[in-house]
């Protein structure tokens, strides 16, 4: 099984404002290339914030009210001044499915990629992830039976069902120990293309427990985030 990370997909050629550009220059990087936002670093490259369309439409007449405010002739707002902080950034080993919850979440369409010294290295869009999920339900089913249950899982054959629908994976049937359920919901979550897991999987005996065996039951996972 193998789930595409954001460093095999994200932009490498990565369109940024520094602090100090002013608003002006900043606005015309986003009109000429056709983008939404663009990030804000320093000297060394690390990522400051990013300054988006809405930031400098909805932030820039504020800050120079105040900056007229403050002195005369005072410099031109920049980007620094208008950017949103702290940046969210994700890392080239992140695993593309994670990615694209941390953009569903904080409701943005662009991540700058970062490496271990928070340096801007690509950048990845909502375009760039989508190409992930673009497999049809199918594939996303026999990958998780292929490589989920019966490769990692080494479940027999027919001892548990999977069914895709808009890449929303459902798992039934029982598994051998209840310790092996968690496990097939995380691994079917690294999935390439799955957007939700569903577990209705029971289970023969109670491994959790140093009791011993327990009669099979039902146990929840439904929706289970990847850990």
């Known amino acids: 099984m193998r789930t595409s990370r954001v460093g095999e997909v994200m932009t490498p050629e990565v369109i940024r404002a520094y602090r100090e550009t002013p608003f002006k220059d900043a606005a015309g990087l986003l009109a000429r290339h056709r983008i939404s936002g663009l990030p804000v670093v ?50 080239p080993e992140q695993h593309v499915p994670e990615a694209a919850r941390v953009m569903e979440r904080h409701r943005i369409g662009r991540l700058p990629v970062v490496d271990e010294e928070d340096r801007l290295i690509g950048i990845a869009t909502r375009r760039d992830l989508l190409r992930v999920f673009l497999r049809t339900d199918e594939e996303i089913r026999r990958e998780i039976v292929d490589e989920v249950l019966t490769s990692a899982l080494c479940l027999p054959p027919r001892s548990a069902v ?31 293309g799955v957007v939700g897991v569903l577990s209705g999987l029971t289970y023969r005996v109670d491994d959790t427990r140093p009791s011993g065996k327990r009669p099979s039951r039902r146990t929840a996972h439904d929706l289970l985030p990847e850990r």
């Open 42 to 91: 320093d000297a060394d490259d690390k990522v400051l914030g990013v300054l988006s369309g809405t930031d400098l439409v909805c932030r820039q007449p504020a800050r120079a009210r105040r900056a007229r405010a403050a002195a005369a002739g005072a410099r031109a707002v920049t980007a620094g001044q208008l950017m949103s902080t702290p940046a969210i950034t994700v890392h």
């Open 162 to 192: 999977v069914s895709v629908r808009n890449g929303t994976a459902t798992l039934e049937g029982r598994v051998e120990r209840r310790s092996d359920i968690p496990v097939a919901v995380r691994l079917s979550w690294r999935v390439d």
